[in-house]
């Protein structure tokens, strides 16, 4: 059972892409942070946040509709699961006070697992119809498939066919995937290893971390990484977790640059997802934002990218 006090509500409402209102905003405490109540709807005809969460004990209540309670109770109803669930999706969120105050980059492997497998499906052999989705996404296919150690799943599987599976290493050492759809119909192009099955979940790792030095150039996704090289991690979403940015505050340097629309979109504080990034860090290590006028890292252009490394890692 987890200890409901040590969860990061911020982390797990960032995670969840669920809009609040930050302490001291309209209607909401210093020590709390809002968010539409899922019990009266308050948002939908007011557009304010009227459900208070209280950033310590958790406790919750709504100013307009009186409804109270845990925050498990919470969780099952937004995610619309039962306890047993609520408390699994809130674990990476819960951190115990010894791990707030750590400065290094550890974290909790699964009990339950001594190493992690790739799906029994994988292939060992880049496949035709793989190969074609990497070249057309401007990749050499040969190259990025051995050197980020990929896998091939064709359509014989329930849940991961006609993917490629890339293989998540933390301190080398693998804990996780993710899959890219290659025949790009899905509504979901990129979908994570579970988190029950996941030595370390994704969130809590920063995809190519090991090829990086003194610097690192943030990214969103894989293929972003595959396009600019060593020195870049991704991850996975524009909204960094706290043990991702751990991580990243061990770099003596750390350059963001995000989709072209994580400058424009703004998340509760009314910062973009690349300020945000930047202002979480500032305190730790230097940063700088490097923008892109549109799409992403992904789309760049080979001498772009030779540009773009000379500038940040000399190479």
Request: net charge negative; aromatic share 10%.
């Amino acid at each position: 059972m987890i200890l409901q006090e040590l969860v990061d509500i911020e982390e797990y409402l960032q995670a969840r892409n669920i809009v609040y209102s930050p302490p001291g905003s309209k209607n909401v405490g210093r020590n709390s942070i809002g968010i539409s109540c899922p019990f009266c709807g308050d948002h939908a005809y007011s557009g304010d946040n009227h459900l208070g969460i209280h950033i310590d004990s958790k406790k919750w209540n709504c100013w307009v509709c009186g409804k109270k309670g845990s925050l498990l109770y919470l969780i099952t109803t937004l995610e619309r699961c039962s306890y047993r669930q609520a408390e699994e999706i809130l674990k990476p969120y819960t951190h115990s006070d010894m791990s707030l105050l750590q400065t290094t980059n550890t974290v909790p492997m699964q009990d339950s697992q001594g190493y992690f497998k790739l799906p029994d499906e994988c292939e060992d052999e880049l496949l035709p119809a793989h190969k074609n989705y990497l070249q057309s996404r401007g990749f050499d296919p040969d190259f990025i498939y051995n050197k980020y150690k990929l896998k091939c799943v064709g359509p014989v599987s329930k849940k991961w066919q006609l993917s490629l599976i890339a293989p998540i290493y933390y301190h080398y050492r693998l804990v996780s995937f993710i899959s890219a759809d290659i025949t790009r119909q899905r509504a979901i192009k990129y979908k994570n290893c579970s988190l029950e099955e996941s030595l370390i979940p994704t969130n809590q790792v920063v995809y190519n971390m090991d090829n990086a030095t003194n610097s690192i150039l943030v990214v969103e996704g894989i293929t972003d990484v595959w396009n600019i090289g060593n020195g870049a991690g991704a991850l996975f979403t524009k909204l960094a977790s706290r043990q991702q940015l751990k991580i990243l505050s061990t770099f003596e340097r750390v350059f963001i640059m995000l989709d072209a629309d994580a400058l424009h979109s703004t998340i509760v504080n009314g910062l973009s997802p690349a300020d945000q990034l930047a202002q979480d860090l500032a305190a730790f290590t230097n940063t700088e934002i490097i923008e892109l006028d549109h799409g992403d890292p992904a789309d760049l252009k080979p001498d772009d990218v030779k540009h773009l490394r000379r500038e940040l890692f000399g190479s």
